[in-house]
């Protein structure tokens, strides 16, 4: 899951990034408003955390522009701002959840977790696929109720797989979802990730689409 | 409790207006009156003048035809006397005698009227009473009438006469005073509406008042209220962004403190945990820095005028401030430029050293590495002057005017900064006399001065 987070402090961004990056999201931060835009028109993400008060483009602005292209990508405002006039504008400004500072890391966390399976068309606060279950609160994976030890990287992109069940997920869409900006991506790796969750979770978990992907459930 | 004062009502307009209407009403009805009273006056008098006249003649014709039976005539003319029942009838006395002054006959109630009055109208008192009389005489001079009546019985008519004019319209007076009531209400209702539209006024809902609808009369107050609204709406809006800009101000640093601390306890790998404790530090640095200024700010709030104003040196301040700072420079050169001789001007050194080493802080913040800062003090026209400059990228210029203003930090600022040290330095200039200048050198670069104007202020 990779996730934009907007915001121009550097100790609080730099938090932020961290933070998530404790729950295996990959990350990429940006401090201005310009640098968002540019940022959002070329990745794809799975959610966005966006400071209002931005230097170069307000955050609202940068907010209407994404929507205005039709993107539906989720978005939760992060700000200072705690007001219910701002809460409403924001929310109408095309918001999809609104969190004031100071905030809890958990409820960022919590509250990222709901936008993203909401997003992906879910309810269901896990995954769950023949025998394996995905919890995102506890990140813990278990195989017919036995837990499964699993890497940050391998949770990344079983939860991607799971999240999108029953849906192909190109190799680059999976890639884009697992390394944030300057982390290195072997051009074998994800074969490599794919190979430890089958050895894990059973060969047929993943079905590979030859040339294109791979999906979890569905036709193979 | 006896000195208590008494709360004054605030003066009624309308009450006002029905006043000065009702007490206009009530004067012109009783000038009115008084007019007609007298206009009656004259024209009773004129009436009993010719009714007497016509006795007068009568009486002389009688009394020259006939004067052998002139022992009847006080019967014949006793109808003359009016009586109490028919009114517009006259008490009219007479008397004839010869022009010698014998009276040959006389009414009964006739005064002893002198006789020597000359002819024509006279107005006598006798016996305690006014008369009116008039005197005529046959042609011969022989025989001469007098006809007299009580000027009280004149008075009397004048006065019923007027009074019947005056009564309808006294009759008349309370629900004219009534009209006048209900009307200054109804006249005064728009001030009434205009009152309830600004009551309804508040700080969510500080919309103009509709100058259209309102009277005339109020229109300028209407337009005063108008700017004021403008007015109070610019500073709540002022007020509003203060707010949001020291919400965000405040709350950020301890939101980053929060998630660094929770990172902090989350984490199993340790040097993400120094990392973290590190950053933890840094916030609680930067938080310290922006409750001091913002109490140093406060503090600077509530004065009018510097408490100690003294003698000092600008060079000095100039100079212990770079002193200070140096330590700060680290990749950046801080230079000092000042002169051999004192710059003189009266202040508070300290509060001019914060000002000082602000405007560093700021030039150190927001220049690249390898920059060089120059602190500077001297005299430029004869006016001191107390200057930062650097030779970094500069501001850009919509946004000068803007720096100053608290929490303001530029668009383009990714550095930190709680945007409230030029507005101390703003302030402490402000305490000094002193004009806080900014602007971009040209070349590159910016430049903050603190300038102490001559007095006369010369035109650019």
């Given at each position: 899951?990779?996730?934009?987070v ?37 990745h ?50 095309g ?17 990222l977790?709901?936008?993203i ?14 025998g ?6 506890t ?39 697992l ?27 993943v ?6 992907g ?7 | ?10 003066a ?7 006043r ?17 009273y ?41 109808s ?19 022009s010698?002054?014998s ?15 000359g002819?024509?109208?006279?107005d ?5 009473t ?7 005489e ?18 009397k008519?004048a ?7 005056a ?10 005073l ?5 009307s ?41 209220l ?54 933890v530090?840094?916030g ?20 009018v005028?510097?408490p ?50 602000n ?30 400059t ?14 100053g ?25 402000e305490?000094?006399?002193a004009?806080l ?24």
């Open positions: 899951m990779r996730v934009l907007v915001e121009d402090d550097a100790l609080l961004g730099d938090g932020i990034r961290a933070g998530l990056k404790l729950a295996d999201y990959a990350v990429d931060w940006v401090r201005d408003g310009e640098a968002a835009r540019l940022a959002l028109l070329d794809r993400y799975q959610a966005c955390v966006l400071d209002l008060g931005l230097p170069k483009k307000d955050g609202l602005a940068v907010l209407r522009d994404l929507r205005a292209r039709g993107d539906a990508l989720p978005v939760l405002i992060l700000t200072a701002r705690d007001t219910s006039a701002d809460k409403v504008t924001g929310l109408d400004a918001a999809d959840d609104y969190l004031t500072k100071p905030f809890d890391l958990a409820e960022l966390q919590a509250r977790r709901a936008l399976r909401r997003a992906a068309g879910t309810t269901m606060p896990f995954c769950e696929h023949a394996v279950v995905l919890d995102p609160a990140r813990r994976v278990t195989r017919d109720g036995q837990p499964v030890a699993i890497s940050g990287r391998e949770y990344a992109l079983l939860h991607d797989l799971m999240i999108h069940k029953n849906r192909l997920r190109t190799r680059a869409q999976l890639e884009q979802s390394y944030a900006w300057g982390e290195e991506t072997e051009s074998n790796t994800l074969e490599v990730y794919i190979h430890h969750l089958r050895k894990k979770l059973g060969a047929d978990f079905s590979t689409v030859r040339g294109v791979y999906r979890v459930g569905g036709d193979s | 409790m006896a000195d208590a004062p008494r709360r004054r009502r605030p009624s307009l309308r009450r006002r207006i029905l000065l209407v009702t007490l206009s009403t009530i004067l012109t009805w009783g000038l009115a009156t008084a007019l007609g007298r206009q009656a006056l004259v024209d009773v008098q004129e009436l009993m003048d010719g009714q007497m006249a016509e006795t007068a003649r009568v009486l002389l014709a009688q009394a020259q035809h006939s004067s052998n039976h002139l022992t009847d005539l006080p019967a014949d003319m006793a003359m006397r009016g009586t109490k029942a028919r009114r517009g009838e006259l008490a009219l006395e007479f008397q004839i005698f010869r010698g002054g009276v040959l006959m006389r009414s009964a109630r006739a005064p002893a009227l002198p006789l020597d009055g002819l024509g109208y006279a006598v008192a006798e016996g305690g006014d008369w009116r009389s008039l005197t005529l046959t042609a011969d001079g022989a025989l001469r009438v007098q006809v007299a009546h009580p000027a009280r019985s004149r008075n008519e006065l019923e006469i007027a009074s019947n004019a009564l309808p319209s006294a009759l008349l007076l309370p629900p004219m009534a009209l006048i009531y209900f200054v209400r109804r006249g005064l209702k728009p001030l009434d509406d205009l009152a309830a539209d600004v009551a309804s006024r508040s700080p969510e809902n500080l919309a103009a008042l509709p100058a259209e609808t309102a009277p005339r009369e109020a229109q300028s107050l209407v337009k005063a108008n700017r004021l609204l403008d007015r109070l709406t610019a500073a709540l809006d002022n007020e509003r962004r203060f707010t949001a800009d020291a919400a965000h101000e405040l709350r950020t640093p301890l939101a980053a403190l929060k998630v660094q601390a929770q990172i902090a306890l989350a984490t199993r790998d340790p040097q993400q945990q120094g990392h973290a404790l590190a950053q530090l840094v609680a640095d930067r938080a310290t820095r922006l409750v001091e200024q913002l109490l140093r700010l406060a503090r600077l709030d509530p004065i005028r510097l100690d104003p003294r003698q000092l040196d600008l060079a000095e301040v100039a100079r212990a401030s770079a002193d200070e700072a140096g330590s700060a420079a680290a990749d950046k050169t801080l230079r000092l430029v000042v002169p051999e001789e004192p710059v003189a001007v009266s202040g508070d050194p300290d509060l001019l050293g914060v000002a000082v080493r405007l560093i802080d700021n030039a150190l913040r927001y220049t690249p590495p390898g920059a060089t800062v120059t602190v500077s003090a001297g005299l430029e026209h004869g006016e001191p002057l107390l200057a930062v650097d030779d970094g990228p500069g501001v850009p210029t919509e946004e000068l005017q803007c720096l203003e608290r929490f303001y930090r530029g668009r383009e600022a990714s550095a930190e900064g709680n945007g409230l040290g030029l507005a101390i330095v703003h302030r402490v200039a305490l000094h006399g004009r200048e900014v602007e971009n050198v040209e070349g590159g670069g910016f430049a903050a001065r603190l300038r102490w104007a001559q007095r006369a202020e010369a035109p650019d």
